[in-house]
């Protein structure tokens, strides 16, 4: 893939990343599953020139509960993401890898025989959850 193009304003251009779109928030026995799109605007007017994908898969640490309670997940709180971005590499071989950071509220449900109880759990999203390098984001149109 060559230099960016916008489509808008038919010439090349610098590009800027847009803040990222939270696709979809899941949650499982001790996974969240966030889906997100990156997007990478045209810095002269703004149109989506190039976008790119990351599905994460997070682990996180249940709460006390005995082997034979049902636990069930909700999403309490989507997260708020942000663009993070870090290096790998020297000089020429140098590229830049895109990822995401926020924080994802997990409300997890456990019904025992005696009683039932929730818990919110705070599960971070980071950088190192997962990351697309930049060289691998598609054009939009
Ligand atoms: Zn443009």
């Known amino acids: 893939m060559g230099a960016p193009r916008c489509p808008e304003c038919n010439k090349f251009c610098s590009l800027e990343m847009e803040e990222p779109e939270l696709d979809s928030c899941e949650a499982d026995e001790g996974v969240l599953y966030v889906n997100v799109r990156l997007l990478k605007n045209c810095a002269d007017c703004g149109t989506e ?35 993070e971005e870090k290096c790998i590499g020297k000089g020429r071989y140098m590229r830049t890898e895109h990822g995401v950071s926020g924080t994802a509220r997990v409300k997890c449900m456990i019904d025992s025989k005696s009683d039932s109880k929730e818990t919110v759990i705070e599960v971070p999203i980071t950088i190192e959850d997962g990351t697309e390098a930049a060289g691998n984001f598609e054009d939009t149109y």
């Open 49 to 83: 020139v190039r976008e790119a994908y990351l599905e994460l898969e997070i682990p996180f640490v249940l709460p006390d509960h005995d082997e034979d309670d049902d636990m069930t997940f909700e999403i309490e709180e989507e997260p708020v993401l942000e663009n």
